[in-house]
């Protein structure tokens, strides 16, 4: 009995682990959409979405279920069911297809510098099945490759394909998402991401406070910059 209740407060704890960097509720935040679509914002300009932004775009309709539990995953290359994911996956998953694998660079990274890394649950060493799903590492990560970008409250200074990330209003969690190449009349860049509810584009941007902006160079290709 000791130990059954053990294996469950083990899992609860798994679970809690993974949502700590993520919205959970099923709420949009204040003054976001419902869904974005062409009528209601359109591109930018008429050529093709750059490569990150329509990885993600394809997510849509696709990752329909925000889902925080933890799960072994293979590697690398390892993901959770392609319909149900968190914040993080959005990323994860669009950046894969630029050759760039979250799981195996951060975890590879974490492994030679841990204490690099932010030290929030408690862990003694790496764990390449959640390491590259929780904000503040995909966070350290990008900043050790140099791709921080200014916090600006400027639309102009956000570019399609950038990473961004908040702590959102009223519960202070984390959150990251895409920017889009879809706008505002106001020319302010849509967002896609998960925040509860599958992956979808949304005003975002300036809902929340930024903690961070992140951009890849084009040569990154799928190499790290700190080996």
């Known amino acids: 009995m000791i130990q059954t209740r053990h294996l469950l407060l083990g899992v609860l704890g798994l679970l809690v682990a993974v949502a700590a960097a993520c919205q959970r509720t099923p709420e949009p935040p204040a003054g976001a959409s419902a869904s974005a679509t062409p009528s209601a914002a359109a591109p ?61 660079h951060i975890h590879e990274d974490m492994r030679g510098n841990f204490s690099a890394y932010p030290a929030l649950w408690g862990l003694a060493r790496p764990d390449r099945n959640i390491d590259h799903r929780r904000v503040p590492n995909l966070m350290r990560w990008f900043e050790r490759q140099g791709w921080q970008q200014s916090r600006s409250t400027q639309p102009a200074d956000f570019a399609a394909g950038d990473i961004v990330a908040w702590k959102l209003n009223g519960n202070g969690l984390l959150h990251v998402g895409i920017v889009s190449d879809r706008q505002l009349a106001d020319g302010t860049p849509l967002i896609l991401h998960n925040i509860a509810r599958g992956t979808r584009e949304e005003n975002l941007l300036f809902q929340h406070t930024i903690i961070g902006h992140y951009r890849a160079p084009p040569s990154s290709g799928g190499r790290q910059a700190n080996g």
């Open 44 to 104: 930018a300009a008429a050529a093709a979405s750059p490569p990150l932004v329509a990885a993600a775009r394809r997510q849509v309709g696709q990752t329909v279920r925000y889902d925080p539990a933890y799960r072994v995953l293979g590697y690398p290359g390892g993901d959770v069911p392609a319909d149900r994911g968190v914040c993080t996956d959005v990323v994860v998953r669009a950046l894969r297809t630029q050759g760039i694998d979250l799981q195996q």
